[in-house]
């Protein structure tokens, strides 16, 4: 197969990957797209996990949108055209994942996890749609070499979500080697996408209570990133495993749950029969909800300024 030289279309495609699972990969993915859908962006979300569990954030598990990454897992296979499936929310659509995922990593990893084939696998599949949408977000597995490798291969930008624990700071790494490899940094490997950049890291999973942890994870990715200082976001996503619970068993992402919240009938309300009670929604959700709109609002931040000296250093080249 051709390799892809047009990635023209691709610079607004952001994978949140970390080796490491359980870092809020696939909450940020749902939650960051439906912000910016919400806020009239066109957004296109690649679910890269053969667990699929997008299907929750966003509510479609047990309809019949949910192929479990058949489509996409054939796509990546066979190289032919496909279609994601159309607004999932208002302005986002979705390629869904899941099990059968796995059949296709087996298979475009065939001829080794790195090799051109398998970098430009979802880059193909992206590339002739990335016009239709402002940004693209990939969520990605935290095994699946050679998935890993596609996602490292379509994308211009890299988002890492870290705990505070030493496990997700050494899934940074192998981010970062990772990226090295589909750059063609690496003696013995043909990169594809030499103009993969960190976007930043975010520090998830955090407690207010923890500020000398969060300083202390803050200097370490800083000084370990590529371009010296600011790696690390300054907003975060706070603990909170009710309302993480609560939006997953709903189906809603965690603004739309701040909805059920504010507008669920008061206990007294209830209790003087002038509301009927409905299961709880924490109250939260509006802090989470808060934590993910000024990450949203960093992203885009850092996007438009690394856009910018982008154009400024092609225009002095
Ligand atoms: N703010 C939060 N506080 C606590 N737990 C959360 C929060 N957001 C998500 N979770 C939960 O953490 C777990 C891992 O999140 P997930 O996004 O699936 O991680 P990954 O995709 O990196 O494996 C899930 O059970 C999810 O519901
Ligand atoms: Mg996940």
Not at 92 to 111: C, E, M, S, T
Not at 223 to 249: C, L, V
Request: proline share 3%.
């Amino acid at each position: 197969m051709t390799t892809i030289t047009d990635r023209s279309a691709l610079q607004r495609v952001i994978a949140v990957i970390n080796g490491k699972g359980g870092v809020f990969k696939t909450t940020l993915v749902a939650n960051i797209g439906g912000l910016l859908a919400s806020n009239g962006q066109r957004v296109l979300v690649v679910d890269l996990d053969p667990q699929g569990n997008l299907a929750e954030d966003f509510g479609y598990r047990d309809d019949d949108r949910n192929d479990e990454g058949a489509r996409l897992a054939n796509a990546l296979f066979s190289g032919s055209h496909a279609e994601p499936v159309r607004e999932v929310r208002p302005g986002l659509d979705v390629f869904v994942g899941g099990d059968k995922l796995a059949g296709a990593a087996a298979g475009i990893g065939r001829n080794g996890s790195t090799s051109t084939d398998v970098q430009d696998a979802l880059a193909r599949i992206l590339a002739p749609i990335a016009g239709d949408y402002d940004v693209i977000l990939i969520d990605c597995p935290p095994g699946e070499e050679s998935l890993q490798m596609a996602a490292a291969g379509a994308a211009r930008w890299v988002l890492v979500p870290i705990k505070s624990d030493a496990a997700s700071r050494r899934g940074l790494e192998a981010v970062a080697g990772r990226m090295e490899l589909v750059r063609g940094q690496v003696a013995g490997v043909a990169g594809t996408n030499p103009d993969i950049d960190l976007l930043g890291v975010v520090l998830v999973d955090t407690t207010t209570s923890a500020t000398t942890v969060q300083r202390e994870a803050r200097l370490r990715v800083d000084g370990a990133g590529d371009s010296a200082t600011n790696m690390m976001f300054t907003a975060t996503i706070r603990h909170s495993e009710a309302t993480a619970q609560a939006a997953r068993e709903r189906g809603v992402l965690v603004h739309e749950l701040e909805k059920v919240a504010a507008e669920q009938p008061k206990w007294f309300e209830v209790m003087k029969g002038e509301a009927a009670a409905t299961s709880f929604a924490p109250r939260s959700s509006t802090s989470v909800a808060d934590d993910f709109q000024a990450v949203t609002e960093e992203l885009i931040g850092r996007l438009i300024d690394r856009e910018a000296a982008a154009a400024q250093q092609a225009v002095t080249a």
